[in-house]
């Protein structure tokens, strides 16, 4: 049986939302140019999204991520649309919550999952907030974490390196990703502001990501809706996720106030000065399977950190023995 926290929890995720988005939208007097007029930090120095110019990023190679708790399968995954996007919520076993550390993070804490949304565009040539040398992806999936040095989301705020966004680009490909069969079939049952369903067949996080988590960018912004809150520290995965035509479809026929939520992503903020960084995957990284994802949960995490130390002498070929060694006693 949930927890009474684990009940309201995503209620009070989209009561928070809808008290920070109830006077603004994506066009009109309402729209992202209007936005500073009400919330004043979104007229800051420091703001997402940007367009990020390959040729001037800075490479510099970060530690690794460590990952806990990705392949989880969740209690429920709550979908909600809130009248700016879908908003998920999951709801997990006490400790079994997705967090990580590590790349950029400079906070010596874990990030723990918040909620993850997406935004998308009418057509294909538009849709991501972030862009790459002036290119739109088709959509955008952005995974909010928080430090656990804080409490909770809203403390967390406007706190250097307090909020971290995973963001993940879509691209379209002939056939439908399996992992979002169910989730975008579903969108058909939130099609108006304020209405929400839960997936028949909840799937861990790690099934709404990418499988590259070693290359990205990185660098300092904001919140791309009110209040526009800054210091959040934003990772750009450069693998796209694919997606198909019909599936992301149903993102474009939901509606908010009678109108179809479509266009919902902010215009790119000027960078003034600040550094984007993209990271140089270290040898012992690149020495990884392609298809490896650096995670581990609380019951692997020892076997985890060994695979990882007979990764950088053998390349891999330890981390197969050690596992065919346990499996044999």
């Known amino acids: 049986m949930w927890s009474q926290q684990s009940v309201w929890w995503p209620l009070i995720l989209t009561f928070a939302a809808a008290a920070w988005s109830q006077d603004f939208g994506y066009r009109g007097q309402h729209g992202p140019e209007h936005w500073g007029d009400d919330y004043q930090k979104c007229s800051g120095k420091f703001q997402s999204p940007i367009n990020i110019n390959v040729l001037n990023v800075k490479y510099k190679t970060y530690e690794e991520f460590t990952f806990e708790n990705l392949d989880v399968t969740p209690k429920r995954v709550n979908l909600t649309n809130n009248g700016h996007t879908v908003l998920v919520t999951m709801d997990f076993d006490k400790g079994k919550v997705p967090r990580m550390k590590g790349g950029p993070l400079e ?13 998308w565009g009418e057509n294909d040539t538009v849709g991501s907030e972030d862009l790459i040398d002036n290119h739109a992806y088709p959509a955008e999936l952005h995974v909010v974490m928080r430090s656990l040095e804080f409490p909770d989301f809203q403390s967390a705020l406007d706190q250097d390196h307090g909020i971290a966004v995973l963001a993940f680009f879509f691209k379209i490909t002939d056939s439908n990703n399996p992992n979002y069969d169910e989730f975008a079939e579903l969108l058909r049952s939130i099609d108006r502001k304020g209405q ?9 996080l790690l099934k709404f990501i990418g499988t590259d988590l070693y290359n990205y960018y990185s660098y300092i ?25 019909y599936q992301l479809s149903h993102f474009r026929l939901l509606t908010a106030n009678d109108d179809h ?44 950190l060994a695979c990882s130390a007979f990764s950088a002498l053998f390349a891999g070929i330890g981390c197969l023995l050690l596992s065919l060694s346990r499996t044999a006693f």
């Open 107 to 119: 906070r010596m804490s874990f990030y723990q999952f918040e909620q993850f949304h997406f935004h």
């Open 196 to 204: 929400s369903a839960n997936l028949k067949n909840p799937l861990p």
């Open 221 to 245: 912004g904001s919140l791309t809706t009110p209040p526009c809150a800054e210091k959040v520290v934003w990772i750009d995965f450069t693998q796209p996720i694919d997606i198909s035509e």
């Open 261 to 304: 939520l479509k266009n919902n992503f902010r215009p790119t903020q000027p960078l003034n000065d600040r550094i984007v960084y993209r990271n140089e995957p270290s040898i012992n990284s690149l020495t990884m399977p392609f298809s490896s994802i650096p995670f581990v949960d609380a019951d692997n995490a020892a076997d985890g």
